[in-house]
């Protein structure tokens, strides 16, 4: 008698220590929309977020639309919550016409954590705004970023001369931010700089290649330019090329897609400032798991960069940050 007890304790005690079988065996789904799918910069943050599922036993979802544009992301969006995701990671491609998209979602019980771009002030959990809804935001410092990024191409034109930025469009909070610190930093610490009126490219790699010739035509002394992101610094580049400019005109980079290798060695970019996207995508999944199992997660995350130039870039701890394809 005495161990049939004793092992019947043992059992009870033992089936404590695991945890229910539902929540043991619950395998959540969480999705990961993207500003836009064919982009380095969401590639790589997808390799992160699914070495973060693999790692937790999560099923991702990645699905997005082929350009960044709200108008081809709400549908995309509104698909996902049909679908009912126990979470939604999202780079919101504009910081006010995603609110009342994602608030759908909010409302429908799904968790949202932005990731690289934010809605509303990018400040959430306040209790103010409209739009403090999401849990976290997971992103680089793009404030910092467009100073680093002023710095660098001030010190690349020997702090003088006219500069522009070449720039996605108004709305994204990520390029909007790099565009704000690069002109801080530019008044606040580089008097002898100009810099010209900002020039929008729709994330079109031609259109930004197009106007920093034309802005070179109108401005012959034009002496370096910063481009916001992937597609306005490859454009802005190429541009520059074809106005055979290389080495003239000074190109500040923002990302890192593996062409920025030759654009560095061939002396057409000076710096590339890559961010970590791997890093967000791995801490969006594991902040949305650390969420749904209970646990409390930090409102807001910041990832690192990296900067590039011609004296680090064959160093594979550099290199390692460029944007997969
Ligand atoms: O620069 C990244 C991202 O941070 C930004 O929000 C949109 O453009 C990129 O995806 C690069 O193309």
Redesign the pocket.
């Known amino acids: 008698k005495k161990i049939v007890a004793a092992l019947a304790a043992l059992a009870i005690s033992a089936s404590a220590l695991v945890a229910p079988a539902s929540a043991q065996d619950k395998k959540y789904t969480i999705a990961l929309i993207?500003?836009?799918t064919t982009?380095?910069?969401?590639i790589t943050m997808r390799k992160g977020a699914q070495a973060a599922a693999d790692a937790l036993g999560v099923n991702l979802v990645f699905q997005g639309a082929p350009d960044?544009n709200p108008v081809t992301q709400v549908p995309v969006l509104d698909a996902v919550i049909a679908k009912k995701p126990d979470a939604i990671l999202i780079?919101p491609t504009d910081k006010v016409q995603l609110v009342e998209p994602l608030r759908k979602a909010s409302d429908a019980g799904i968790p949202v954590i932005t990731v690289?771009?934010f809605i509303g002030s990018g400040v959430y959990q306040t209790g103010a705004g409209d739009a403090d809804f999401p849990l976290s935001y997971i992103?680089?410092d793009?404030i910092l970023g467009g100073e680093i990024a002023a710095r660098a191409l001030a010190t690349a034109i020997g702090d003088k001369g006219k500069v522009y930025v070449s720039n996605?469009k108004p709305g994204?909070?990520?390029?909007d931010q790099r565009e704000e610190g690069f002109k801080k930093e530019m008044a606040a610490n580089h008097p002898g700089i100009t810099v010209l009126e900002t020039q929008f490219n729709d994330?079109d790699a031609n259109k930004a290649a197009s106007q920093l010739q034309a802005v070179f035509a109108r401005n012959p002394d034009l002496v370096g330019v910063f481009g916001?992101?992937?597609?306005?610094a490859l454009g802005a580049a190429n541009g520059v090329q074809q106005a055979g400019q290389t080495g003239t005109v000074k190109v500040v980079a923002?990302?890192a897609p593996t062409s920025i290798v030759d654009n560095i060695n061939t002396g057409l970019v000076d710096v590339a400032i890559a961010?970590h996207?791997a890093e967000i995508g791995y801490f969006g999944v594991v902040s949305a798991y650390a969420h749904l199992t209970g646990h409390s997660i930090p409102v807001a995350i910041g990832t690192g960069f990296t900067i590039m130039d011609k004296s680090n870039i064959a160093d594979p701890n550099i290199s390692k940050y460029l944007y997969s394809e």
Do not use: M
């Not at 982009?39 to 969401?42: R, S, V």
């Open positions: 993207p500003g836009l982009d380095g910069f969401y960044f780079a690289d771009t992103a680089s793009n996605v994204i909070s990520t390029t994330n916001a992101n992937l597609f306005s923002f990302d961010q996207p």
